[in-house]
């Protein structure tokens, strides 16, 4: 791969991970801590939204932030050719 | 049939099935010793890697804890889960592309340093060792518990089953016992809990009965909530406390998760890049399995505890808290001689005032282990003898499975990266496996020895792991692998005040007789790892830019791990 494909499929890794990471911050530490007391006055399935955030929703939303970057980064891949 | 034949049968089952595994799983190569060859399916490396992760801590004490800390519990919940996220997104598929044995390899070679990589060897040896010793401790608490006999014995046995299998199959041998292992503990863990949120909310998913209704119609987690005030204690589903420390503690376990060398090891095993990626969605996902069960497992025993004992007379509570006491894990203390019982905070001025006093309450009169919050289920919920069976195995697996992780750490330091690539890099290769088993053997019987006389600061070791691994191996391999102007001076010294910071600070609280509000920023020993890790990052830069760039050959190998094409299966160099 060309010195420059390979600054190109770096960055836009990078793009990826912090789009991922600041929603893995929102959920757990924004939604589940610093946000919870004004989310507990939303509720979901009949529990306080802050404190669902803090022991369900994080949870289930990390799982989905890790298939969608297999998801990103096996398109990203093999867009620039260097798939496993 | 009693209680006592189902769990010799069922325990006596599943260790049958751990040697017959291990048989059939012999490791015959270095490769295979170390990294099971580098050949494991990521859906079978993800149920490997929880069951690893999750130890008897996980499976036995977490709910309880929950349970008593309310909101709070949160984070251990997503403490020691968001740690996937990093790993899957900044570790593991680098790691894996680089293709060696162990951390401190990486260490190592990246840092092209034995200082590093012996610092490294250190602090492994260090967070794995310490956190081994717990997982054995929890064998011996099991069988002591449930199977009627010394607490010395089921240590030996615990031993005597790692031993078989983790020197006979090493890591090969251990990743399909950990299946299996996976495979009980969550089946152990679900069948109570099911039944639990169907006699309590009449749904099959816990995860759906914590919002659920009780049979009078009301709210679970509201009436949970109105019991904890009517009886003192802080509101469940919220905190008063400082949002400051619950943060730094998260983050802590969530750094120190992704810092663990018996995590990150299990990314090795996988045969490519996006597999090491695919791998940590699973793992996750089989470990989500029983953290969101956790929470609702909490309100269900939390409920039924405010709701079954306070001011019943002794003489009629119903049959299991009478075989509970027996263990020691519940005792009652008639304080004001009336018979009944009074469950309450006492810590509590205003409530003793206006509450307590008057009614002549004088003081809690029953104290809870949170160990009970899991044991006891299957009996609260009037399962059949078979379920409590079925807990112990589960307990058992989950603490195997751990210890024979961490020991496999333990004998790759020493015999790879303290051997083979220091000490004597000329032995060869049957002569390195012999003393990986040899090495494995030693450790599990250290391990063993230890869990038989553990040391007073066992239980406080936990904060220990995750702090280290948080303020030393977490950072040291992101910058490793996404920063190119990282060379070894910034990254041995940032290690080295990471670790220095940390260990002063746990030390001083935990053993000099630090105060808590001494705490920096309200921030208790758990969570300052978070803190070291910062530490870390300024020394490491700061030193790096005063010195130079590290060598061509290095900068080549950071480009060659960005790309995943090319991982060849785990080699030796």
Aim: net charge neutral.
């Amino acid at each position: 791969m060309s010195e420059r494909n390979a600054k190109k499929y770096w960055n836009q890794n990078i793009r990826y991970l912090l789009l991922l990471l600041i929603l893995w911050f929102a959920v757990s530490f924004g939604f589940g801590i610093l946000l919870a007391p004004s989310l507990n006055k939303f509720s979901i399935a009949g529990v306080k939204l802050g404190f669902w955030f803090a022991q369900q929703g994080s949870i289930y939303v990390f799982v989905i932030i890790i298939y969608l970057y297999v998801f990103l980064m096996n398109r990203l891949d093999k867009d620039y050719d260097v798939n496993d | 049939m009693d209680v006592q034949y189902w769990t010799f049968s069922i325990v006596g089952f599943t260790f049958l099935l751990y040697i017959y595994i291990a048989l059939k799983a012999r490791a015959s190569s270095t490769s295979e010793f170390y990294v099971a060859g580098g050949g494991v399916h990521p859906l079978i490396n993800g149920m490997a890697t929880a069951a690893d992760w999750m130890s008897a801590a996980s499976f036995i004490s977490m709910a309880g804890l929950i349970s008593f800390m309310g909101y709070q519990g949160a984070q251990y919940l997503m403490g020691w889960t968001g740690g996937y996220v990093l790993l899957a997104l900044l570790l593991a598929p680098y790691l894996r592309k680089f293709g060696k044995f162990t951390v401190p390899d990486f260490i190592g070679d990246r840092y092209y340093s034995d200082t590093a990589r012996i610092v490294a060897v250190v602090a492994a040896l260090f967070v794995s060792f310490t956190y081994v010793v717990g997982q054995m401790k929890g064998v011996g608490v099991a069988f002591s518990r449930f199977l009627e006999i010394d607490y010395e014995w089921g240590v030996i046995i615990g031993v005597l089953i790692v031993f078989f299998y983790a020197v006979l199959g090493g890591m090969k041998g251990i990743t399909y016992t950990q299946v299996a292992q996976y495979c009980v503990l969550i089946f152990a863990y679900l069948v109570p809990a099911i039944f639990i949120s169907l006699i309590m909310v009449g749904t099959p998913v816990p995860q759906l009965g914590l919002g659920g209704e009780l049979s009078n119609g009301n709210s679970l987690l509201h009436t949970l909530d109105q019991l904890s005030i009517d009886l003192g204690f802080q509101e469940y589903t919220t905190s008063k406390k400082s949002f400051t420390d619950l943060f730094f503690v998260t983050a802590a376990l969530m750094l120190g998760t992704a810092g663990l060398p018996h995590v990150i090891v299990r990314f090795f095993t996988v045969p490519k890049v996006s597999d090491a990626r695919k791998s940590a969605g699973w793992a996750l996902l089989f470990i989500a399995i029983l953290y969101t069960t956790a929470p609702a497992i909490a309100v269900f025993a939390r409920t039924n505890l405010l709701n079954s004992v306070n001011q019943i007379s002794y003489n009629e509570l119903p049959g299991w808290f009478n075989n509970w006491e027996q263990t020691g894990l519940l005792k009652y203390e008639d304080k004001n001689g009336d018979g009944k019982v009074q469950y309450y905070n006492d810590q509590n001025e205003s409530f003793n005032r206006e509450i307590a006093h008057p009614n002549g309450w004088q003081g809690n009169e029953l104290f809870v282990d949170q160990d009970i919050m899991v044991l006891a289920n299957p009996e609260i919920a009037q399962l059949p003898d078979w379920v409590i069976a079925l807990v112990v195995a589960g307990g058992l697996a989950a603490a195997l499975s751990t210890a024979a992780g961490l020991l496999l750490v333990i004998s790759s330091s020493i015999s790879h990266d303290f051997l083979k690539r220091w000490l004597k890099p000329n032995i060869t290769e049957k002569q390195e496996l012999l003393s990986a088993r040899i090495s494995i053997a030693a450790a599990v019987i250290i391990a063993g020895y230890a869990g038989l006389k553990p040391p007073g600061f066992v239980a406080q070791v936990v904060a220990f792991a995750f702090g280290l691994a948080a303020a030393s191996f977490f950072p040291a391999i992101v910058m490793g692998i996404f920063s190119k102007r990282m060379n070894m001076q910034g990254a041995v010294s940032g290690m080295i005040a990471g670790l220095v910071f940390t260990a002063s600070y746990i030390l001083y609280f935990k053993y000099f007789g630090g105060t808590p509000d001494q705490y920096l920023w309200g921030i208790s020993p758990e969570g300052i790892g978070t803190l070291g890790m910062i530490v870390n990052f300024i020394v490491s830069f700061g030193v790096a830019v005063v010195t130079p760039k590290p060598p061509p050959k290095v900068i080549e190998m950071i480009e060659e791990i960005r790309i995943p094409r090319g991982a060849n299966r785990a080699h030796e160099h």
